[in-house]
């Protein structure tokens, strides 16, 4: 029988479900450790506002802990919201008898700037808890007050980490976000005398509820895996990263994160490959698609759900091939096979998440007036009026273009042409739901394009 990492998560609950013990139980179950909870509080609260704290009695805290104990093999325990002094001491009598990994969010005040952390509980927390932690996972807001250094950037980061670590923690995450810059969401590890700095391209986005609680929720769910801390953060990193970008637009407040997007994006990766496969299928069975082949030859791809770079969006490494009047696939279909198409795929779902698939044909006009024909929504971009700073960077421009034929009608069209430049071959990509779908729309204006009139 295969044995489950098992951790526990000792914290408040939000009903909103972005936060607290909610975001927990989720990160547990999309990173596949099984979660169990000792709720601390019971919170009134929505994504706008926190009303009320109602504190769990201490004895039933304690009570609960300790029957998990004498049941279960804990492999990691996770603290988050501990309201009061009274809890804070008796979650450290319970859990300081063991020897777990123990990962500290010294949580203490909502987006809203609400206190979860009584003044008398914050002391409490720092004597009994912070030395028997794995790691403390402050906010740059709690690692100032925790440290009692300001933080403006990197460095006053360092100072404020090293001071945290003092306290007895073997290691001290500071959970920046934007704070230290606002080009990168960094956070900074200390670890063994020693820092690192984990850098994510900032989101501009409001779904942000629950970032901090799924972010150390996935750090003790990797420690629990027998991870390494530094391992365990850059995993957890990947995974929030995601969360954040693909949060719910749920509620009228900080929408929350979506700890799911990871998990949906590994339950898709055999359907996806599946899908191109018979994709590839329909095109190397008809041979009217040969016609359709540009110079520089086609690719088909596909993307996760929650797509966010190529290695997410699987396509034909070596291409479509042209051989006499058919089509062969080089190979099979790998993820981060593409990335022409696969550019314009990731560019087109993020407008409208249901299009996520691609595929490049020959440009000609006769080709576009079929699209006319059947009734497809076209649109275009000119690569000769592509600014000189997106020139530059490699691999931009297929974004660019894609996002300026999206911005031309106001949504995503089902054809996406341009007339080239010097040295760069016209092209045609058709978009669609997934691979067979623009499969088979190729195949119908190969059907047309070969009726000669
Ligand atoms: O994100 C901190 C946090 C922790 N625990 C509970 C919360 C919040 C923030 O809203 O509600 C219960």
Sequence with gaps: MQMIPRVLSIAGSDPDGGAGIQADLKTFSALSVYGMTVITSVTVQNTMELKEIHDVPVDVIKAQIEALIRDIDIDAVKTGMLHTREIVEAVSEEIGRQNFPLVIDPVMATKSGTPLLEKDAKSAMIKNLFPLATM????????????????????????????????????????????????????????????????????????????????????????????????????????????????????????????????????????????????????????????????????????????????????????????????????????????????????????????????????????????????????????????SEVKKIEGMSISWGAEQAVKRIGKVPDVIYHKGDWGKEPMITLVGKNAVEVAKMAIEVSNIINIVP
């Design 136 to 387: 403390v996972t402050p906010n740059s807001v709690e690692a100032e007050m925790i440290s009692g250094v300001k933080i403006e950037n990197i460095k006053d980061a360092k100072d404020a980490a090293k001071k945290i670590a003092e306290l007895g923690a073997k290691a001290v995450l500071i959970k920046g976000g934007h704070a230290f810059s606002d080009k990168e969401a960094l956070d900074l590890l200390y670890l063994n005398g020693k820092f690192k700095v984990f850098e994510a391209k900032r989101i501009k986005t409001k779904t942000t509820h629950g970032a901090g609680c799924s972010f150390a929720a996935a750090i003790v769910a990797e420690l629990a895996k027998g991870r390494s801390i530094t391992d365990a953060v850059e995993k957890a990193k990947d995974f929030i990263t995601r969360a954040i970008r693909f949060g719910f637009n749920i509620g009228h407040g900080f929408g929350p994160v979506n700890p799911m997007a990871h998990l949906y994006n590994e339950a898709e990766r055999y359907h996806v490959i599946e899908n191109v496969k018979e994709a590839v299928a329909i095109l190397e069975t008809h041979k009217e698609f040969s016609g359709l082949i540009p110079e520089t030859q086609a690719n088909i791809a596909m993307a996760l759900p929650f797509a966010d770079s190529i290695m997410d969006v699987a396509a034909i490494p070596g291409r479509l091939v042209k051989i006499r009047k058919s089509v062969k696939a080089s190979s099979c279909p790998e993820f981060g096979a593409s990335s022409h198409v696969a550019k314009t795929v990731l560019t087109v779902i993020r407008h409208d998440g249901s299009i996520r698939a691609g595929l490049n044909i020959k440009y000609s006009k006769r080709i576009i007036e079929a699209c006319k024909e059947i009734g497809w929504i076209i649109s275009f971009y000119d690569r000769r009026k592509e600014p």
